[in-house]
């Protein structure tokens, strides 16, 4: 069974900076797609930003591009979401997905495509 568990959510001044981390606890953390998902109160989970496998692809929201940048370390089965110029629109909480490379489709926006999640960790930016 896949654990994935964020870390480095915080309240932060407009502006500001934040990294959030997910720790796996898989095998081989290259075979993984992940993603960051965030959700406001009365929002779907919309998607934010994915890394495929060895790193190589990455995908981001339009809200976020050029802001955030989502990177992973596959030896110490972590992905982060480094995230600047943070705005009061990006108050949310954030979960970590996962999928098994041998299950991904290729929709890595899609929150269907991913099997595993964390508990979220709240963001909150201040105006």
């Known amino acids: 069974q896949v654990q994935l568990v964020e870390s480095g959510g915080g309240l932060v001044q407009a502006g500001g900076s934040l990294r959030l981390s997910c720790a796996a606890s898989?095998?081989?953390?290259?075979?993984?797609?992940m993603a960051w998902f965030r959700q406001a109160p009365g929002n779907e989970r919309e998607f934010v930003a994915a890394?495929?496998?060895?790193?190589?692809?990455?995908y981001y929201a339009d809200s976020v591009k050029g802001r955030f940048t989502i990177s992973k370390d596959n030896a110490k089965n972590t992905v982060y979401l480094q995230m600047n110029s943070l705005k009061p629109e990006d108050t949310a909480v954030y979960y970590c997905?996962?999928?098994?490379?041998?299950?991904?489709?290729?929709?890595?926006?899609?929150?269907?495509?991913?099997?595993?999640w964390g508990q979220g960790t709240q963001v909150t930016v201040s105006s």
């Open positions: 898989v095998r081989l953390f290259s075979s993984y797609a």
């Open positions: 890394i495929i496998g060895s790193g190589a692809n990455t």
């Open positions: 997905a996962a999928d098994h490379l041998k299950r991904y489709g290729g929709s890595s926006y899609d929150i269907s495509e991913y099997d595993y």
